[in-house]
């Protein structure tokens, strides 16, 4: 009886359905296309001749080593970012003194910040570290400003973890630290989960911090070196499209791998 | 989430009550002190909240990035008087933050309830939503860049549907459009996934009631699932508002803060004070206001929402 069909529904859903595939489309044939031809037949034609020249021109340029430093500074990203929210989030949640609640207080607060506010100070202090144009100068200041919302995040996780398992471990003598890592950090390996996928995009998509911390082509990522293609490849838009499809490919790979750890991360950056 | 960060976050604050059994356990056993938020704190704090000190400094300065930066007062503040592309700026950067709001959170939930049913065909949709996902914003604005080209682009080749010359990028209402435009197509999908879980979660047994009252379709979305879907509203707007007010990416590539100056939003036109024109010291008090209209924003989020009182949705369900 309810299972009338949902006609705007489909009407609407149709309609998305176009916007997300006609660019992505464009992108991908484009990326295959001859690079002679494409001003007079524009992106949305069908290809007369197929190609591999593109993406030959792409991956033996510097491309390749964009990707690894992304994913270096992904890596270095989420890593520290798990290996500080974790035991903050541990600390606010069953510490339960103002103390540690003033913590909680500041990183609400630090939700707040927008990183381009600080960017020219920050610039000063990496200089000032000696870290300029190296991996770390993106890594660290992206982890930091990925903590606010990994903090929140999981001191959500773990406040769902019931009071009487920390009781029954007190009542064995646990410390502090055997009851993070046998009790805490297996229970709330979801909220883990989600601060690493969420710090992993974070590092994934930053623009701002490499374009203004770093320099080299050696310390160059994939956000920053996809922008110089633009002037660099200028008319070869055939060219461009296929670093933009590469680009993705990474994420692609995880994406069909992992697809269902993937979406429930995100999910959870929401809450429940 | 939100609704378990609040409600136990304000017991944190009320003093422990004595115990009026003795327990066998103290409270104090096995809990971690304060120390353990250190280290995290003391990162945040250096990367974060020092520089935020720090631009308030460097905007009572003049500083070319050269030597040591010279005190010189609230000058830098009295050049905003003279600066009409200030103001410009701070009303552009609310309305692209308006622009997108409005676009996105409409179609997030509409998109992610839809996607929350369990029917085979929507299950493979939503996958296809998700792709743009992953696509970095850089790659993103790349792309549109590219199909908005007035040259060789899509509007130059449907110039009878889009009217004019085909340079949509290059008249000021149309750049407006197309950064919100942008933004929405890259991060839709990641907002109807946060309503697309929250949804899933909502009890049945509530459009199970709703269907023996008579309730339709149209009655249920607005009775049952946007009121349930509330928390996730909130969340989902901070950080829309958030990604808002901080649109760099996009701008730099698709606009470059053009036509004239008609995109240059807060963050766009201090990283050019900063970055192109060396004038640390003017683009420090340009970050600085941009720090203040962040702050008003989200207090007053955080008023109208009733974010520091929200309660559980599913409470008495």
């Known amino acids: 009886m309810r299972t009338r069909p949902n006609y705007a529904a489909g009407a609407l859903t149709a309609l998305w359905l176009l916007v997300i595939s006609v660019p992505l489309s464009a992108v991908v044939v484009t990326a295959f296309k001859p690079q002679a031809g494409y001003i007079e037949d524009g992106p ?147 909220g883990i989960a989600t601060i690493g996928v969420f710090a992993a995009l974070q590092a994934w998509n930053g623009f701002l911090f490499p374009l203004i911390f770093t320099q080299s082509t050696s310390s160059k990522l994939v956000t920053t070196g996809l922008y110089d293609y633009v002037a660099q490849y200028g008319a070869n838009v055939p060219a461009l499209m296929a670093a933009v499809m590469l680009s993705a490919v990474p994420i692609l790979l995880v994406y069909l791998f992992a697809r269902r750890a993937l979406v429930a991360g995100l999910m959870g950056v929401g809450g429940k | 989430m939100v609704s378990q960060l609040t409600a136990p976050a304000k017991s944190d604050v009320t003093p422990q009550q004595p115990p009026r059994t003795r327990r066998r356990v103290a409270p104090s056993v096995g809990r971690p002190g304060v120390v353990w938020a250190v280290p995290g704190l003391v990162f945040f704090a250096l990367f974060a909240i020092v520089p935020m000190l720090g631009v308030a400094y460097l905007s009572l300065t003049d500083w070319n990035g050269l030597g040591s930066p010279q005190f010189i007062g609230l000058d830098n503040w009295r050049r905003f008087a003279d600066d009409p592309q200030i103001v410009q700026a701070v009303v552009l950067t609310l309305v692209l933050l308006a622009g997108n709001v409005a676009v996105q959170l409409p179609v997030s939930v509409l998109l992610g309830v839809w996607a929350a049913g369990h029917q085979r065909n929507r299950a493979v949709l939503s996958a296809i939503f998700f792709l743009p996902l992953l696509l970095s914003t850089a790659a993103t604005a790349i792309m549109w860049r590219q199909l908005l080209d007035p040259n060789f682009g899509v509007p130059a080749q449907l110039a009878g549907v889009f009217g004019g010359d085909g340079n949509f990028v290059g008249t000021s209402r149309g750049a407006m459009i197309a950064l919100v435009v942008v933004t929405s197509w890259q991060f839709v999908p990641f907002h109807s996934l946060l309503f697309q879980g929250a949804a899933r979660a909502i009890p049945h047994t509530l459009y199970q009631a709703a269907m023996i009252d008579g309730a339709g379709r149209v009655r249920s979305f607005f009775s049952i699932t946007l009121p349930q879907l509330k928390n996730t509203l909130v969340t989902s707007g901070t950080l829309m508002v958030v990604g808002g007010l901080t649109a760099f990416d996009v701008v730099l590539v698709l606009t470059n803060g053009g036509p004239g100056t008609d995109t240059t939003i807060l963050p766009f036109r201090m990283y050019r004070e900063a970055f192109q024109t060396y004038d640390y010291g003017y683009g420090s008090a340009i970050a600085l206001l941009l720090l203040v209209v962040a702050t008003v924003v989200s207090l007053l989020l955080t008023r109208l929402s009733g974010y520091d009182k929200m309660q559980s949705t599913q409470e008495g369900v």
């Not at chain 1, 400003?145 to 959500?156: E, I, K, Y």
């Open chain 1, 44 to 190: 949305l034609s069908l290809p007369s001749a197929l190609t591999l020249d593109n993406v030959v021109t792409v991956l033996s340029g510097d491309f390749p080593r964009y990707v690894a430093n992304t994913l270096l500074v992904t890596l270095m990203t989420v890593a520290v970012v798990v290996a500080l929210a974790v035991p903050v989030g541990y600390a606010v949640v069953r510490g339960q003194t103002w103390l540690t609640s003033g913590v909680f207080r500041l990183f609400l607060l630090g939700l707040a910040i927008p990183s381009q506010a600080v960017v020219i100070p920050l610039f000063l202090l990496i200089n000032r570290l000696g870290l300029y144009d190296s991996l770390w100068a993106v890594a660290l200041p992206t982890a930091a400003f990925a903590l606010p919302v990994s903090v929140l995040v999981l001191s959500g996780a773990m406040r769902d973890i019931s009071n009487e398992l920390y009781e029954a471990m007190a009542l064995d003598g646990a410390g502090p630290s055997r009851v993070l890592m046998t009790l805490v950090v297996p229970l709330s390996k979801s």
